[in-house]
C-alpha cells in the first residue's frame, strides 16, 4: 500500500518553457534552434548544460548566472514562479492528501527553488531541494532521504518524475514505486523506451489518486 507520494520539479510540476526562453534570449540564440537543441541532448542523453556549449564553447553556466542577476535583479531568470505550474498540480497533489497520503515535492533544484516553490502554497506536506541536502539524483543517497522524509519504508512511496535515468531507474533500484509522466522532452522520449516497462506511464497528474489510493 502506497502511503507517500514524492514528486520530481522540473516538467512533473514546473513547466520550463519559460526557463529555456529565456536563456536563449539570454544567449541571442533563436527559441527554436534553443529547444531544438535541448531535445537533442534528451535524445542523446547528454546533460542539458551541454547545450550551452554547443552555441557558445567555454561557456560557465555559473559564472552567467551571477551576471545575469547582475543585470536583471529582478527578472525571474533561470528561475520560476506559480506561472509556470502545470495546470493540473494543485488538484492532484491536494486529492492525494485528502485521501490520506503524504505529499512531498523533492527534486534537483538550487536553492532559491525551495521558496519559489513555497510561496505557490501548494498541497504538500514538505519541501525539500538537492541544494539543501547535498546531494542529487540519480545518486542513491538521494532516495534514502527520500524515504526519510516521506517517513515510510521504500516499497510503500511512490516517486513521481519525467525520466527513467534520474527518476524511474533509482526510484525502482531503490525499492519504491516509479511513475513517469509523459511531458517535457525527457518524458515524451523515455516513455517510449523499453525501460519505462519498469514504470506506470500517466500523462497528467490527475490520474494518480485513483492509482495510488483508489476509493
Same mark, same amino acid.
Request: glycine share 8%; aromatic share 8%; proline share 8%.
Given at each position: 500500500?502506497?502511503?507517500?507520494?514524492?514528486?520530481? =520539479?522540473?516538467? $512533473?510540476?514546473?513547466?520550463? $518553457?519559460?526557463?529555456? $526562453?529565456?536563456?536563449?534570449?539570454?544567449?541571442?540564440?533563436?527559441?527554436?534552434?534553443?529547444?531544438?537543441?535541448?531535445?537533442?541532448?534528451?535524445?542523446?542523453?547528454?546533460?542539458?548544460?551541454?547545450?550551452? !556549449?554547443?552555441?557558445?564553447?567555454?561557456?560557465?553556466?555559473?559564472?552567467? =548566472?551571477?551576471?545575469?542577476?547582475?543585470?536583471?535583479?529582478?527578472?525571474?531568470? !533561470?528561475?520560476?514562479?506559480?506561472?509556470?505550474? #502545470?495546470?493540473?498540480?494543485?488538484? %492532484?497533489?491536494?486529492?492525494?492528501?485528502?485521501?490520506?497520503?503524504? /505529499?512531498?515535492?523533492?527534486?534537483?533544484?538550487?536553492? @532559491?527553488?525551495?521558496?519559489?516553490?513555497?510561496?505557490?502554497?501548494?498541497?504538500?506536506?514538505?519541501?525539500?531541494?538537492?541544494?539543501?541536502?547535498?546531494?542529487?539524483?540519480?545518486?542513491? %543517497?538521494?532516495? $534514502?532521504?527520500?524515504?526519510?522524509?516521506?517517513?515510510?519504508?521504500?516499497?510503500?512511496?511512490? #516517486?513521481?518524475?519525467?525520466?527513467?535515468?534520474?527518476? /524511474?531507474?533509482?526510484?525502482?533500484? %531503490?525499492?519504491?514505486?516509479? =511513475?513517469?509522466?509523459?511531458?517535457?522532452?525527457?518524458?515524451?522520449?523515455?516513455?517510449?523506451?523499453? @525501460?519505462?516497462?519498469?514504470?506506470? /506511464?500517466?500523462?497528467?497528474?490527475?490520474?494518480?489518486?485513483?492509482?495510488?489510493?483508489?476509493?
Amino acid at each position: 500500500m502506497i502511503k507517500a507520494v514524492v514528486f520530481d =520539479v522540473g516538467e $512533473t510540476l514546473i513547466d520550463e $518553457t519559460r526557463i529555456w $526562453t529565456r536563456w536563449a534570449q539570454r544567449l541571442g540564440v533563436p527559441v527554436f534552434t534553443f529547444l531544438g537543441a535541448l531535445g537533442g541532448a534528451a535524445a542523446l542523453d547528454r546533460p542539458h548544460r551541454d547545450i550551452f !556549449e554547443m552555441f557558445e564553447p567555454g561557456f560557465d553556466v555559473d559564472d552567467a =548566472v551571477s551576471r545575469w542577476a547582475v543585470d536583471d535583479p529582478d527578472g525571474l531568470r !533561470e528561475n520560476f514562479d506559480a506561472e509556470d505550474l #502545470y495546470p493540473d498540480v494543485r488538484a %492532484a497533489l491536494g486529492e492525494l492528501r485528502g485521501r490520506g497520503l503524504r /505529499v512531498v515535492i523533492a527534486g534537483n533544484q538550487p536553492p @532559491q527553488a525551495r521558496d519559489a516553490l513555497a510561496r505557490m502554497d501548494l498541497p504538500a506536506d514538505a519541501i525539500f531541494t538537492s541544494a539543501e541536502w547535498g546531494v542529487e539524483k540519480p545518486e542513491p %543517497a538521494f532516495f $534514502t532521504k527520500v524515504a526519510e522524509v516521506a517517513r515510510a519504508a521504500p516499497a510503500a512511496i511512490c #516517486y513521481v518524475g519525467d525520466r527513467l535515468d534520474n527518476d /524511474v531507474l533509482p526510484a525502482a533500484h %531503490a525499492g519504491m514505486m516509479p =511513475v513517469l509522466i509523459r511531458r517535457g522532452p525527457w518524458g515524451f522520449l523515455h516513455a517510449t523506451r523499453p @525501460q519505462a516497462d519498469r514504470a506506470t /506511464v500517466i500523462d497528467s497528474l490527475t490520474e494518480l489518486p485513483d492509482l495510488l489510493a483508489p476509493r
